[in-house]
């Protein structure tokens, strides 16, 4: 109740909007009489909360005790650490991934680029399961002509008679023929 009456404006009217983080601060709190906080008494092991509802229960709970508290002190300022390293681990894993992205992209960009024209072969997809094809059948049809360039890695195929192929094609699937 101590918490709760701290926290409260002065009309009594928002408590319920408090109520959360005083119960959490009470129940995360060492008591002086028990030694530990009544949270790991019937639990076993410390409340493992995500610091934005932790820290401000801790810090309410610090308020409220008139008596100075090291050890939460330091529980707080470890939880700003972490909460610290673990953003610059966010954003050194952000980096990490863009230039795992843009090498990605550099090399499949600069062997996947085919113009209208150009000859292609197209990877069988279906046959290309273990059983699912011969020894010596090939897996790699066409040659086909790139008739047009739908998207930026989509086309449409036809066959060296002038007969399209029913679906579209993506570049990912498609390797310049060499004569």
């Not at 047009?148 to 399209?164: A, C, D, H, V």
């Not at 094609?169 to 060499?178: E, P, T």
Request: charged share 25%; proline share 5%.
């Amino acid at each position: 109740m101590k918490i709760l009456k701290r926290t409260i404006s002065v009309h009594h009217r928002d408590w319920h909007t408090e109520l959360v983080n005083a119960l959490w601060a009470d129940r995360v709190t060492p008591k002086a009489a028990i030694g530990n906080s009544p949270f790991f008494l019937v639990y076993g092991t410390e409340a493992i909360l995500p610091p934005n509802l932790f820290l401000p229960s801790l810090q309410l709970a610090q308020s409220v005790q008139d008596e100075e508290c090291p050890a939460m002190e330091k529980r707080i300022n470890t939880l700003i650490k972490l909460e610290e390293e673990r953003e610059k681990s966010k954003q050194h894993f952000t980096k990490h991934q863009q230039i795992v992205k843009s090498w990605f992209d550099q090399s499949f960009s600069s062997n996947r680029e085919f113009q209208v024209g150009d000859l292609v072969l197209k990877w069988d997809k279906v046959h290309e399961d273990k059983g699912d094809h011969t020894k010596f059948q090939k897996l790699w049809l066409g040659p086909f002509v790139i008739a047009e360039k739908i998207g930026p890695s989509t086309f449409r195929l036809q066959t060296l008679e002038g007969q399209f192929e029913t679906f579209p094609v993506n570049g990912l699937i498609l390797k310049k023929y060499l004569c």
